[in-house]
């Protein structure tokens, strides 16, 4: 559906300096088109500005003259995705409850629920109004379901599990599986049951195929807001605070604590029994063996200070160098050595 530029600016708070005109989407700087919005939140890319053909561009107020057409945003890249929400399809196209979803007499179900064929919901769960669970999703019994979530295809909630209003799981996402509690005895290895629990906050969004596993005793828990990426791992017990941003393949062991709005980059792993302190950032394939304190920028395997961890890459790819270098000066300083021995 198209929109005003003029109903745009209106809608989201936002200058419009240009004329006004009909915008029917979104695009990038190189690819938009007269009857799209764009963005320039990145200055590198603030030469494209000069060729871009988009029907105006969300840009910050000093790139406004350098459009004919702008929108003029304190935050053009979170103003981009609140354009962007606007004018997203969402998906999926039916409504109500399929006759081919399996929901059990004793569950509940709230005011404009959406349950596509081949979802299967358990005893005593409770769905909240207007929740859409996909094909092939699994809410097992005694499970609790927010208001207005999404549940994408073959997400697994596994008995007991609880998530907050306005949650998003994407397809795959498997809560309260068990967690990996065994013991190697002189029997073999022996299976620890784990009879906890998975609860997430309001507004948390999980990634594809990711997995938060049940508690062995209590609740594994995640915090309002926080975002998990795609191919997680979080293990049981794991307490995660709110506004945490998690990217794809971090692993998370058991017993951790994680504070509010920590980031942790891609393939970071956690060990087990630590304290995440809050605010705290951990680059790409980070290694942390110990407990961190608030605010802390941290890298590397095992993860030092932002600094040691930007020194020590500065270093890396002079090591194979180094390494000749060094051997040269050892077979210089052998031949020192047997000349000083001869005299």
């Known amino acids: 559906m198209a929109r005003l530029l003029s109903e745009l600016a209106g809608l989201l708070g936002l200058e419009l300096r240009g004329e006004d005109r009909a915008i029917e989407g979104v695009n990038t700087l190189e690819a938009a088109g007269p009857a799209e919005v764009s963005f320039l939140a990145n200055p590198k890319y603030t030469h494209l500005l000069a060729t871009t053909r988009a029907g105006a561009v969300i840009v910050s107020v000093e790139h406004a003259d350098a459009v004919p057409c702008a929108l ?3 935050n053009p890249y979170f103003d981009f995705g609140r354009t962007l929400a606007l004018f997203a399809k969402p998906q999926g196209s039916l409504s109500g409850v399929s006759d081919m979803a399996f929901v059990h007499p004793e ?109 062995v005793l209590g609740v594994t828990t995640v915090g309002d807001g926080t975002k ?36 942790m980059a891609g393939q970071v792993g956690v060990a087990g029994h630590l304290s995440i302190g809050n605010g705290v950032t951990l680059g790409p394939k980070s290694g942390v063996a110990k407990s961190i304190p608030d605010g802390e920028t941290m890298g590397g395997a095992p993860a030092v200070d932002k600094a040691t ?24 300083l052998e031949e020192l050595k047997k000349l000083a021995a001869k005299e």
């Open 107 to 215: 569950a509940e179900l709230g005011d404009g629920c959406t349950v596509y064929p081949f979802a299967f919901i358990g005893p005593r769960a409770r769905i909240g109004a207007g929740t859409v669970l996909f094909p092939g999703c699994y809410v097992g019994e005694d499970c609790r379901v927010g208001t207005g979530c999404l549940l994408y295809p073959n997400a697994v909630l596994m008995a007991g599990t609880e998530i907050g209003n306005g949650c998003i799981l994407h397809a795959g996402v498997v809560l309260g599986a068990d967690g990996f509690g065994f013991a190697r005895t002189d029997f073999g290895i022996q299976k620890i049951p784990q009879v906890g629990s998975v609860r997430l906050g309001n507004d948390v969004e999980v990634g594809a195929n990711t997995a938060i596993d049940r508690s």
């Open 309 to 332: 961890y930007m020194r020590t890459l500065t270093v890396m790819p002079k090591l194979p160098d180094m390494y000749k270098r060094i051997g040269k000066l050892e077979k210089e």
């Open 72 to 74: 003029v945003s304190a």
């Open 228 to 263: 998990i990426d795609n191919l997680v791992q979080i293990g049981h017990n794991v307490e995660m605070g709110r506004n945490c941003l998690i990217v794809s393949q971090v692993g998370i062991s058991g017993s951790t604590k994680v504070g509010d709005d920590v980031t």
